[in-house]
């Protein structure tokens, strides 16, 4: 029976009967199979009977799309994952800015508190009380600034029913307008019409890179004007002057008070300026007086009133040189026709104690109108040395030296000024004193002299500075009131007020407050004097 169903015998038994029953039931099997796959066949043809016979191509599509969507899905995700990085990068790196501006800050007050917890020296400790007063102050001046709106002067006189009418000049005082750099070194590439002074961008170029600022604020010391490849130029509009640095306001509330009573951009003009310059170089670099004249004319004629000047500090020396000025270039009678009023905020204009000591030693601190906070950092971060070398460099110091001699200023013996808090033996009239006997005393016209020659027998940069210092200004109280000379335009004593009857001119101080009169010097080897 094996033998029968083994395909290799079953062509043996073709011509049996046997042979012929079993071919004819394995025929009948493959005819089965054979249906049986077609009618697979066609079925599965009905099924897909959509494909058509792009059936293959359509299965490898399916396929690519959904390997597609599932790389769509990751890059989305890893983009997200991205963002939330750059997020958190972002954070990071606008807490570090933050921190950065908080720890300077709590260096500055941890040095005024040890200054004052660990010299005992009076005169310091002094100083640093001035300091924290002047905090206090600030502070609440800013708190009562920011929440009571309606106590502002400008709001209350606006109810009263004044409004604005004569155009007004603001002319800003020394150090008080941001300047910026239009052209210079390599180190400065960064800082393109961005503060060199003034600004948060001054104390980051002081503390980053304190010879690249020195050498930008620095002026030839021969013709007073700029370095080579360098230039910089003062702001323009009310932001040059309204605030020093973010928290330090100068003009910033006049400005507002003014705006409470209607005023505003065509009729109220910030006459910002280079306050390095000597006079004479504010005119020869920047037209800046001829372009004071044409700006207060075209007021003038918008408003068809005349200007009131509000100047402050050495902005008061600037627009007495400045009437002189336009005197001689125009005629006796343009500031009668053209100015109603001008007011002097607290102007030297006999000079002041401090012009000297800033050409002699590079003296800075209790600076007023750079602030408590910049002046100490400022004051100990740049050496005396090079303080002494920039100051030298600026004309518009000697503007400030004081002028009218002993007359005004007293001599060794005595001074207009002198009180009971001096004692028996003490005088203002001492304007330099030496305690340790290295010099004479000297009064304020002597300190003049003295300072001079200590510049012409220094280098040849000091030998310019004092030739200069003589060819711009004058500090006599001789009469040269038909002088055509500049140098004496600054000088009340020597210059007469402009030809101008119904000018009227308000002088504004303030009163029972610390100021500097007199230095006391000593023999220290170890610094630079």
Same mark, same amino acid.
């Given at each position: 029976?094996?033998?029968? *169903?083994?395909?290799?015998?079953?062509?043996?038994?073709?011509?049996?009967?046997?042979?012929?029953?079993?071919?004819?039931?394995?025929?009948?099997?493959?005819?089965?199979?054979?249906?049986?796959?077609?009618?697979?066949?066609?079925?599965?043809?009905?099924?897909?009977?959509?494909?058509?016979?792009?059936?293959?191509?359509?299965?490898?599509?399916?396929?690519?799309?959904?390997?597609?969507?599932?790389?769509?899905?990751?890059?989305?995700?890893?983009?997200?994952?991205?963002?939330?990085?750059?997020?958190?990068?972002?954070?990071?790196?606008?807490?570090?800015?933050?921190?950065?501006?908080?720890?300077?800050?709590?260096?500055? *007050?941890?040095?005024?508190?040890?200054?004052?917890?660990?010299?005992?020296?009076?005169?310091?400790?002094?100083?640093?009380?001035?300091?924290?007063?002047?905090?206090?102050?600030?502070?609440?001046?800013?708190?009562?600034?920011?929440?009571?709106?309606?106590?502002?002067?400008?709001?209350?006189?606006?109810?009263?029913?004044?409004?604005?009418?004569?155009?007004?000049?603001?002319?800003?005082?020394?150090?008080?307008?941001?300047?910026?750099?239009?052209?210079?070194?390599?180190?400065?590439?960064?800082?393109?019409?961005?503060?060199?002074?003034?600004?948060?961008?001054?104390?980051?170029?002081?503390?980053?890179?304190?010879?690249?600022?020195?050498?930008?604020?620095?002026?030839?010391?021969?013709?007073?004007?700029?370095?080579?490849?360098?230039?910089?130029?003062?702001?323009?509009?009310?932001?040059?002057?309204?605030?020093?640095?973010?928290?330090?306001?100068?003009?910033?509330?006049?400005?507002?008070?003014?705006?409470?009573?209607?005023?505003?951009?065509?009729?109220?003009?910030?006459?910002?300026?280079?306050?390095?310059?000597?006079?004479?170089?504010?005119?020869?670099?920047?037209?800046?007086?001829?372009?004071?004249?044409?700006?207060?004319?075209?007021?003038?004629?918008?408003?068809?009133?005349?200007?009131?000047?509000?100047?402050?500090?050495?902005?008061?020396?600037?627009?007495?040189?400045?009437?002189?000025?336009?005197?001689?270039?125009?005629?006796?009678?343009?500031?009668?026709?053209?100015?109603?009023?001008?007011?002097?905020?607290?102007?030297?204009?006999?000079?002041?104690?401090?012009?000297?000591?800033?050409?002699?030693?590079?003296?800075?601190?209790?600076?007023?109108?750079?602030?408590?906070?910049?002046?100490?950092?400022?004051?100990?971060?740049?050496?005396?040395?090079?303080?002494?070398?920039?100051?030298?460099?600026?004309?518009?110091?000697?503007?400030?030296?004081?002028?009218?001699?002993?007359?005004?200023?007293?001599?060794?013996?005595?001074?207009?000024?002198?009180?009971?808090?001096?004692?028996?033996?003490?005088?203002?009239?001492?304007?330099?004193?030496?305690?340790?006997?290295?010099?004479?005393?000297?009064?304020?016209?002597?300190?003049?002299?003295?300072?001079?020659?200590?510049?012409?027998?220094?280098?040849?940069?000091?030998?310019?500075?004092?030739?200069?210092?003589?060819?711009?200004?004058?500090?006599?109280?001789?009469?040269?009131?038909?002088?055509?000379?500049?140098?004496?335009?600054?000088?009340?004593?020597?210059?007469?007020?402009?030809?101008?009857?119904?000018?009227?001119?308000?002088?504004?101080?303030?009163?029972?407050?610390?100021?500097?009169?007199?230095?006391?010097?000593?023999?220290?080897?170890?610094?630079?004097?």
């Amino acid at each position: 029976g094996d033998l029968l *169903f083994n395909n290799s015998h079953t062509t043996d038994l073709k011509g049996t009967k046997m042979g012929r029953k079993n071919k004819r039931k394995n025929n009948k099997k493959n005819r089965n199979k054979n249906r049986n796959k077609n009618r697979n066949k066609n079925h599965n043809n009905h099924t897909n009977a959509n494909s058509g016979p792009f059936h293959n191509q359509r299965k490898e599509f399916s396929r690519m799309s959904k390997r597609a969507k599932q790389e769509f899905e990751w890059a989305s995700l890893k983009v997200q994952s991205d963002m939330d990085n750059v997020k958190r990068k972002a954070k990071s790196v606008s807490f570090s800015k933050t921190t950065l501006v908080l720890l300077i800050i709590s260096c500055i *007050f941890i040095g005024i508190l040890i200054s004052v917890l660990l010299l005992v020296d009076a005169n310091t400790v002094d100083q640093s009380k001035i300091y924290y007063n002047r905090l206090i102050s600030n502070w609440t001046t800013l708190n009562f600034t920011l929440f009571n709106t309606r106590e502002r002067i400008g709001v209350k006189i606006h109810e009263t029913g004044i409004t604005a009418k004569h155009p007004v000049v603001l002319v800003p005082g020394f150090i008080t307008t941001g300047l910026e750099v239009w052209k210079g070194k390599y180190c400065a590439s960064k800082y393109f019409r961005q503060r060199m002074w003034g600004a948060m961008s001054m104390m980051e170029n002081i503390v980053t890179n304190p010879s690249c600022w020195r050498e930008h604020m620095m002026l030839n010391r021969t013709s007073g004007l700029d370095p080579q490849d360098i230039k910089i130029r003062p702001s323009l509009g009310f932001q040059a002057a309204d605030y020093l640095f973010p928290g330090y306001w100068v003009w910033s509330k006049v400005i507002e008070n003014l705006a409470d009573i209607g005023y505003e951009t065509n009729n109220l003009y910030m006459a910002s300026y280079d306050w390095r310059l000597s006079y004479d170089n504010l005119e020869i670099r920047d037209r800046y007086f001829s372009k004071l004249k044409s700006h207060i004319e075209l007021l003038v004629k918008n408003e068809n009133e005349k200007v009131v000047i509000l100047s402050h500090s050495m902005g008061s020396n600037v627009i007495l040189y400045f009437m002189r000025w336009v005197e001689i270039e125009t005629g006796y009678d343009w500031v009668e026709r053209n100015i109603q009023a001008y007011i002097n905020i607290g102007g030297p204009m006999l000079g002041t104690t401090k012009g000297l000591t800033t050409i002699l030693s590079g003296e800075m601190r209790d600076t007023s109108s750079l602030g408590w906070a910049q002046s100490f950092f400022v004051d100990n971060v740049i050496s005396p040395e090079n303080r002494v070398s920039l100051f030298r460099s600026w004309g518009s110091v000697t503007s400030l030296f004081p002028k009218g001699g002993p007359l005004y200023w007293g001599d060794t013996d005595s001074a207009p000024d002198d009180g009971p808090k001096l004692g028996k033996d003490g005088s203002y009239g001492k304007y330099l004193s030496f305690s340790d006997g290295s010099a004479e005393n000297k009064t304020s016209e002597e300190a003049i002299n003295f300072v001079i020659k200590v510049l012409e027998n220094g280098n040849k940069d000091d030998e310019a500075s004092a030739i200069n210092y003589q060819k711009w200004f004058s500090h006599k109280k001789d009469n040269h009131q038909g002088n055509r000379d500049p140098k004496y335009w600054a000088n009340p004593l020597q210059t007469p007020l402009p030809y101008a009857p119904s000018l009227k001119i308000y002088c504004l101080y303030g009163v029972d407050k610390d100021t500097e009169r007199g230095y006391i010097y000593k023999s220290n080897p170890n610094r630079y004097h």
